[in-house]
């Protein structure tokens, strides 16, 4: 049995913050995750906003948060040298009921400390977005709200706890988990564990992974989402993140990404037996078709042929349960903010939806924090360094930089990924990083994540990653 302080379950966003975190500590960390490598689970699949907290009920533990790590997030996207774009949103209502929730909106902003927020007329809205709908009534600005993509930051975390000496083994579900003198015996199907404490980040499953060990409290009621991504060509159709206020509640976002494309959606609906089930991340071709609708109306000069893919999500909604004549009872309300469950050494993060990416660095220290006192290791690590260096992304840089890269790296010359402008050097760059197959590799170049969707370029990836030429 492998010993350790402390033991995450769960390689997202949430896992590999906490990893990152405690190796700010003397204590020994091992991440177990059950997919081939970090970010498969919801953190692979959300709108990427780096919220302001205006969104969060004023005083509670999420807009505290938010707003913290808000004001974090140039310091943290430095250090872990992530592209960041600050756009600043705009959320738009076209009719009473969006504008009462827009008022509100503004009011909870100022009340919870959230500066850069602006109330807007119609008008004011409308020249700032010339490509939306006439007929806005009323607008909430934000100058501090952001995007980045998740995958880098999910993969910076990883890369910078791991060179911090947290230990990560992927391709490892953990099936079940005992409490035993000083601490806990952790059993995969490919080994077993003993850790002083033990996190759970295990994301949609983290009410499950818990109640290996608890009796139920909270189970997650999965609620879906559905996502188009646009070409670049569409990318600058909105200058802003757009949050549009629906009168009957519904709802469209758009957000021109870090790397130029526009993401729509996400659709909320009840997801199939299925996929709540088996945690299965699905699109409904109902649910894209509402989103193309909603686009048609909001952004009418919106070219949707530019399509390039589209991808689903489940929201972890988490509620109280409790066991009434041997029948489980679910509270009729789900729970709005965020709660750290703490039991003698084991932590569990059950049900973090939005924004869990905007403060995964906040939420994994807080809960940092506590593992490494439960494990009695409150020791600073010296050597911690919170920097991590990114591989250079050839289509960041000038020609000239280009040019003078290339003369240092002949590598950096060869392009294998012509949509995204990938080269050879960056592809074996993330092999070396350990992306052992096509989608890790895509993740962190984003090769094949162009027009062509790497009908093109997928094969010649596998071979360099095969061959590690
Ligand atoms: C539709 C949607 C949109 C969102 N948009 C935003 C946004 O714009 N801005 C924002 O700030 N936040 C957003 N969020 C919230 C954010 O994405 C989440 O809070 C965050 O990704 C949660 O990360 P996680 O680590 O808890 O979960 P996950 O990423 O799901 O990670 C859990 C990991 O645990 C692993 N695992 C599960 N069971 C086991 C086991 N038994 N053994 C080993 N490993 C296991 C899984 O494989 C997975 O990799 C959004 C969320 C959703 C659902």
């Not at 089930?277 to 989103?291: H, P, Q, S, V, W």
């Not at 000069?301 to 109280?320: M, W």
């Not at 949509?419 to 989608?439: F, H, K, L, P, W």
Request: hydrophobic share 35%.
């Amino acid at each position: 049995m492998i010993r350790t302080d402390v033991l995450i379950i769960g390689a997202g966003l949430l896992g590999c913050f906490t990893a990152r975190n405690l190796t700010r500590y003397d204590a020994d960390v091992i991440v177990l995750e059950k997919e081939s490598d970090v970010c498969w689970g919801i953190s692979k699949a959300n709108t990427g906003i780096i919220y302001s907290g205006y969104n969060n009920k004023p005083g509670s533990e999420k807009q505290k948060l938010c707003v913290q790590a808000n004001d974090a997030f140039d310091q943290l996207c430095g250090e872990l040298e992530v592209p960041f774009r600050r756009p600043g949103s705009l959320m738009v209502s076209y009719g009473p009921s969006g504008d009462a929730v827009i008022e509100r909106k503004f009011r909870d902003g100022l009340n919870g400390g959230v500066s850069g927020l602006k109330f807007l007329s119609g008008k004011e809205a409308a020249a700032m977005e010339p490509a939306l709908a006439a007929g806005i009534t009323s607008a909430l600005y934000s100058s501090g709200t952001g995007t980045v993509d998740p995958w880098d930051l999910c993969i910076a975390a990883y890369e910078n706890a791991r060179d911090n000496g947290a230990h990560f083994v992927f391709g490892c579900r953990v099936t079940e988990i005992r409490r035993e003198s000083g601490g806990f015996a952790v059993m995969t199907e490919t080994g077993s564990y003993f850790a002083r404490a033990v996190v759970n980040a295990a994301g949609l499953s983290s009410d499950s992974v818990r109640e290996m060990t608890e009796r139920p409290l909270i189970r997650l009621f999965p609620s879906a989402a559905d996502y188009i991504v646009l070409d670049r060509t569409a990318g600058d159709t909105v200058r802003h993140i757009i949050l549009h206020e629906g009168e009957d509640g519904k709802g469209l976002t758009l957000v021109p990404t870090v790397d130029g494309n526009l993401l729509i959606g996400p659709t909320n609906r009840e997801a199939g037996e299925a996929e709540a089930g088996c945690c299965d991340m699905r699109t409904d071709r109902a649910g894209l078709e509402f989103l193309k609708e909603l686009c048609k109306k909001i952004v009418p000069e919106l070219d949707l042929s530019q399509q390039i893919r589209t991808f689903g999500s489940l929201r972890p909604d988490p509620y109280y349960v409790t066991y009434e004549d041997g029948r489980l009872i679910r509270d009729e309300r789900s729970i709005k903010d965020i709660r750290i469950i703490e039991e003698n050494g084991l932590f569990s993060l059950i049900g973090i939806k939005t924004p869990g990416l905007t403060f995964a660095n906040e939420l994994g220290r807080i809960v940092a924090d506590k593992a490494a006192a439960c494990a009695g290791r409150t020791e600073a690590n010296p050597a911690f360094d919170p920097h991590r260096k990114a591989i250079i992304r050839a289509r960041d840089l000038s020609e000239e930089d280009r040019a003078d890269l290339i003369g240092r790296d002949s590598a950096y010359g060869e392009v294998i990924c012509s949509c995204m402008d990938v080269t050879r050097s960056e592809i074996m760059q993330a092999a070396d990083r350990g992306a052992g197959n096509y989608e890790s590799v895509k993740r962190r170049t984003g090769a094949g994540l162009g027009r062509c969707q790497g009908s093109r370029c997928r094969r010649r990836i596998m071979d360099i990653t095969a061959k590690g030429e």
